[in-house]
């Protein structure tokens, strides 16, 4: 939509860099997206100002140059994104829990810096972290939909659908806990091969949730812009569903009280597989962490700091 992304080796340039790979993000030559472009660059000069030894897992932006009218953003090269690796690795299955910890110990330290710079990402998804050759180190990548934290625009189509928070669909005012959301989502997925929450529709989305989660709590609903379009005055939640058989849109009235399927359910293997008491342990304190970076109200989601101190990263 937005840019292409191309291979390139240098050709001149100091001694010891000729040769090397980047990989070089060319906008489209459009105004608006120009404009974005120049955003990105900002974001990305402020990150790496504040990361200088390369420590905190953002992707690093070596250069910029315009080519007829094009942006164009000189980056390190790097191998797959996690959407691949998972595909490759882990089809339907997963990778295996101390990947997973690895990984989520380097998305954390990228949020880390994000929060500290106070910079949104706001399109955490697999497609978006990429890794290097060997898979062990990570980068988080593409900030064309990053901002400011003190913007605040709502507008109920943020993030990509599936890592979207419950917050930006029902129009509360969001803040960068809606990247630890798209952090835990993606961490589930990293684990088990599957989507969290594969709704097609927002209305979708919020019912997912809350078979996880339980309901909202009402002080959520009446701040939130885009309460009225999804419960009624009780409180009562409006799923908007296909009917059967026209395949009009129909509107069930949905009560919910507690989850039906909550993340132990999902997660802890079944009990005829037997695990070591270290991986039992492990399992555990991961589906604390996802619980708490899965918090419908953001305020009381886990911050990226304490994230870090949570014993499924520190182990």
């Known amino acids: 939509m937005f840019a292409n992304v191309v291979r ?48 905190k897992h953002i992707v690093r932006l070596e250069r910029t140059f315009e080519h007829r ?43 880390s810096l994000l929060k500290k710079s106070n910079i949104m990402h706001a399109d955490i998804k697999p497609d978006n972290i990429l890794v290097n050759e060997a898979k062990t180190l990570l980068k988080l990548c593409d900030l064309g939909s990053a901002s400011d934290a003190s913007e605040n625009d709502i507008t109920p189509y943020l993030v990509s659908r599936f890592y979207r928070a419950p917050e930006i669909i029902l129009g509360v005012p969001y803040d960068p806990a809606l990247d630890i959301w798209s952090v835990g989502c993606t961490l589930y997925e990293l684990y088990t091969g599957k989507i969290l929450f594969p709704g097609r529709t927002n209305n979708q989305m919020l019912l997912l949730m809350m078979e996880l989660k339980g309901r909202f709590n009402n002080k959520m609903i009446k701040r939130a812009k885009f309460g009225d379009v999804y419960f009624d005055e ?8 296909k009917d ?50 899965l918090a419908l109200d953001s305020a009381r989601r886990i911050s990226a700091r304490e994230a870090l101190a949570h014993p499924f990263i520190r182990g």
Not at 20 to 39: D, F
């Open 8 to 55: 390139a080796r240098l050709l001149q340039g100091e001694l010891g860099e000729v040769g090397k790979e980047v990989a070089i993000k060319i906008i489209r030559c459009q105004e608006s997206m120009y404009k974005a472009g120049l955003k990105e660059v900002q974001m990305l000069t402020k990150l790496r100002q504040a990361d200088p030894e390369d420590k």
């Open 69 to 111: 009218g094009h942006l164009c953003l000189v980056f390190e090269s790097l191998s797959m994104n996690l959407r691949d690796v998972v595909k490759r690795f882990g089809k339907d299955v997963g990778l295996n829990i101390r990947a997973v910890r690895a990984y989520a110990h380097q998305l954390f330290l990228s949020l």
């Open 234 to 241: 009780m409180g009562t939640f409006q799923s908007v569903e």
């Open 244 to 293: 059967r058989i026209t395949g009009a849109d129909v509107i069930r009235k949905v009560h919910i009280t507690k989850p039906t399927r909550d993340l132990r359910a999902r997660l802890m293997p079944s009990s005829s597989i037997k695990l070591k008491d270290d991986e039992t342990k492990m399992i555990t304190t991961f589906i604390d962490l996802l619980d708490k970076c």
